[in-house]
T-cell receptor, first 114, second 110 residues
Framework: EAQVTQNPRYLITVTGKKLTVTCSQN?????MSWYRQDPGLGLRQIYY???????DKGDVPEGYKVSRKEKRNFPLILESPSPNQTSLYFC?????????????FGPGTRLTVL | DQQVKQNSPSLSVQEGRISILNCDYT??????FLWYKKYPAEGPTFLIS?????DKNEDGRFTVFLNKSAKHLSLHIVPSQPGDSAVYFC?????????FGKGTRLHILP
């Protein structure tokens, strides 16, 4: 089944404790992206990647890192999480370059930073 | 500043009638626009898109209209069905970046 998977689905952590949210897609998509969804703010793009070893900042990249060592994986790294990073995070992928095309979203990761 | 605006946080429509969701944008350089639908506890799913060189795109019950001079797009759902109750996000993109609106919650009434 074609899908985007994220792990973990739920995470409660404390300020400053490094964490990684994994994202994997099995559709051989070139484009992958991370978003956060906050009440009243909609979806905001954090980082995106157009292909292996190619990443770029979205609208709200501060406090986040990403890597794209393999085509299928695009982990989101919070080196020192803070409470303002409490949010619902979505990973997405699309075929071909850019999000012009339909993006397939993962189920989301709900992160709470205490 | 908010480049993509969905000014109606919620909308209620009778089943079988037309639902019209609106979206305004400020950046005239956006070259494509998309609509996504989101159910609770799920990721958004793609509905329909339109290039800036077109003014209409249709897919089944869903039609998106683009008015570039007004920097406005709308999504029409005809006829509305109970399964259409969800949050709808308008999105606009330029190059490889995409900006989403805050969403409009659509309630389909029986």
């Amino acid at each position: 089944e074609a899908q985007v998977t994220q792990n973990p689905r739920y995470l409660i952590t404390v300020t400053g404790k490094k964490l990684t949210v994994t994202c994997s897609q099995n559709m051989n998509h070139e484009y992958m992206s991370w978003y956060r969804q906050d009440p009243g703010l909609g979806l905001r793009q954090i980082y995106y990647s157009m292909n292996v070893e190619v990443t770029d900042k979205g609208d709200v990249p501060e406090g986040y890192k990403v890597s794209r060592k393999e085509k299928r994986n695009f982990p989101l790294i919070l080196e020192s999480p803070s409470p303002n990073q409490t949010s619902l995070y979505f990973c997405a992928s699309s075929q071909n370059r850019g999000p012009y095309n339909e993006q397939f979203f993962g189920p989301g990761t709900r992160l709470t930073v205490l | 500043d908010q480049q993509v605006k969905q000014n109606s946080p919620s909308l209620s429509v009778q089943e079988g009638r037309i639902s019209i969701l609106n979206c305004d944008y400020t950046n005239s350089m956006f070259d494509y626009f998309l609509w996504y639908k989101k159910y609770p506890a799920e990721g958004p799913t793609f509905l329909i898109s339109i290039s800036s060189i077109k003014d209409k795109n249709e897919d089944g019950r869903f039609t998106v209209f683009l008015n570039k001079s007004a920097k406005h797009l709308s999504l029409h759902i005809v006829p509305s069905q109970p399964g259409d109750s969800a949050v709808y996000f308008c999105a606009a993109g330029q190059d490889d970046k995409i900006i989403f609106g805050k969403g409009t919650r659509l309630h389909i009434l029986p």
